[in-house]
């Protein structure tokens, strides 16, 4: 009734998996090409005359709204059930990052502590990870 | 038969069994991932409309046959 064997068109997953590994292989790039402007930047004591480093720099700052756009193409291949578990996702980490924003802010005015920005986006990566794992595996244990 | 977390019932782990097909052959014909059929089957997920009707159609049923909802809806 239903014919088996390879399909025509890779999978959606698959297709998924594709523009994933690109996002990977981008986010190594824009690493390297932040590590070799560091180090250029560091040898010729932070001067802004030279071309190679201005050029890496510039570089650098394009490269996130390259990975950006990668990962809502990888986002609109996605199928429903996965696009709600993105949206959830993001929705958790963006709460959880404006309040430790929020709390940041009472530290910073209150203890004069300067919370480092990483942190925040360290937290809200976390918060993103902690949610599509927490997502993926409810989806596995359903109820029968 | 398998409950939704708002009352939906689904008949799709029993028609993809009687159609022989595996949850991943399945995925590949409704062009989603393998997880979502999981998803759906074991009624973590309540398919769109779209979705729902890919599924009536590939079983050559109707949607109100697949999916359940016992009244609880209403």
């Known amino acids: 009734m239903y014919p088996r064997g390879k399909p025509a068109l890779p999978s959606r997953e698959q297709r998924v998996l594709k523009i994933i590994w690109a996002v990977i292989a981008l986010t190594l790039f824009a690493a390297l090409v932040g590590v070799i402007a560091a180090v250029i930047r560091s040898r010729s004591q932070g001067s802004d005359q030279d071309f190679l480093s201005g050029f890496l720099v510039g570089v650098f700052g394009v490269m996130p709204f390259g990975i950006a756009l990668f990962l809502y193409a990888a986002y609109r291949q996605m199928d429903e059930f996965s696009q709600q578990l993105q949206e959830k996702a993001c929705t958790f980490a963006f709460v959880m990052t404006m309040l430790a924003a929020s709390a940041g802010f009472v530290i910073a005015s209150g203890f004069k502590v300067a919370l480092p920005l990483w942190s925040l986006y360290l937290l809200g990566m976390a918060a993103y990870a902690a949610a599509v794992i927490r997502g993926s595996l409810a989806a596995r244990g359903g109820r029968e | ?74």
Do not use: C
């Open chain 2, 1 to 74: 038969m398998n409950e939704g977390w708002w009352g939906v019932n689904n008949h799709i782990k029993a028609l993809r069994a009687h159609h022989n097909l595996t949850q991943a052959e399945l995925a590949e014909r409704l062009d989603v991932s393998r997880q979502t059929v999981n998803a759906l089957e074991t009624g973590r997920y309540d398919p769109s409309l779209p979705l729902a009707f890919k599924l009536a159609r590939l079983f050559g049923q109707r949607i109100e046959e697949i999916f359940n909802d016992d009244g609880v809806l209403e």
